[in-house]
């Protein structure tokens, strides 16, 4: 049974860039969910999505949106990045919501901004 | 961001030691779990608690739900050089509003084992 996958693995942009993100759910689940991992902040809640809405929203400026797909997979979209926008992007899935029916991430996307 | 306080930052210990590390919250929390993360993957969940009170094992690891909601245990019985890692409480509010995956997580116990 396949995992989480995030691509890419690695990516390094330019101040001022946009990036995107993708993250293949484990098939069946339909909630995924994002974060961002630095040194100084640790991870951090950055939004849920469940059957294609946002469910959840955590305290991230407007530069950073996503979506969901109707195959559960989802995106994430960085716009006008900053230096403070490196970090370790992490996405988990689950089945439903609430952590009853389990929450896997996958191994990340290491964004670097030069 | 908010994050739970976890304790201690880091540990070095020798192999075949017994290791304890500690998560609290000013909140009440109804979920506590806990993650270990290799460096350059995601965190992979260790132990869920769903219940006050709740003690759970799983091999050597042993967890604990406070009865008062806002803290959590992580034993490591005999440690392995493979239990080497950063080590990560989680916990899920009350959420009254329904169902939610949002998780507010601690800040990081760094385990080293030497052989």
């Known amino acids: 049974k396949a995992g989480v996958t995030q691509t890419p693995r690695y990516l390094i942009k330019t101040r001022g860039q946009q990036v995107t993100l993708s993250c293949s759910p484990i098939?069946?689940?339909?909630?995924v969910s994002w974060y961002q991992q630095t040194p100084g902040q640790g991870l951090q809640f950055l939004f849920e999505?469940?059957?294609?809405?946002?469910?959840n929203k955590g305290n991230f400026p407007g530069r950073f949106s996503g979506r969901q797909f109707s195959n559960s997979r989802s995106e994430m979209n960085v716009s006008t990045l900053e230096l403070g926008d490196s970090a370790l992007y992490l996405c988990?899935?689950?089945?439903?919501?609430?952590?009853?029916?389990?929450?896997?991430f996958g191994s990340g996307t290491r964004l670097t901004v030069v | 961001g908010q994050q739970l306080n976890q304790s201690p930052q880091s540990m070095f210990i020798q192999e075949g030691e017994d290791v304890s590390m500690n998560c609290t919250s000013s909140?009440?929390?109804?979920?506590w779990l806990w993650y270990k993360q290799d460096p350059g993957e995601g965190p992979v969940l260790l132990i869920a608690?769903?219940?006050?009170?709740e003690l759970t094992s799983n091999g050597r690891l042993t967890a604990q739900f406070g009865i008062t909601r806002k803290d959590s245990f992580l034993n490591i019985s005999a440690s392995i050089p493979s239990d080497v890692g950063i080590y990560f409480c989680?916990?899920?509010?009350?959420?009254?509003?329904?169902?939610?995956?949002?998780?507010?997580f601690g800040t990081g116990t760094l385990l080293a084992v030497q052989p």
């Open positions: 988990a899935s689950s089945l439903g919501r609430g952590v009853y029916y389990g929450y896997t």
């Open positions: 098939s069946g689940h339909r909630s």
């Open positions: 999505y469940f059957s294609e809405t946002q469910r």
């Open positions: 909140s009440i929390f109804n979920t």
């Open positions: 608690l769903y219940k006050a009170g």
């Open positions: 989680a916990g899920q509010k009350v959420w009254y509003g329904g169902a939610t995956n949002k998780l507010i």
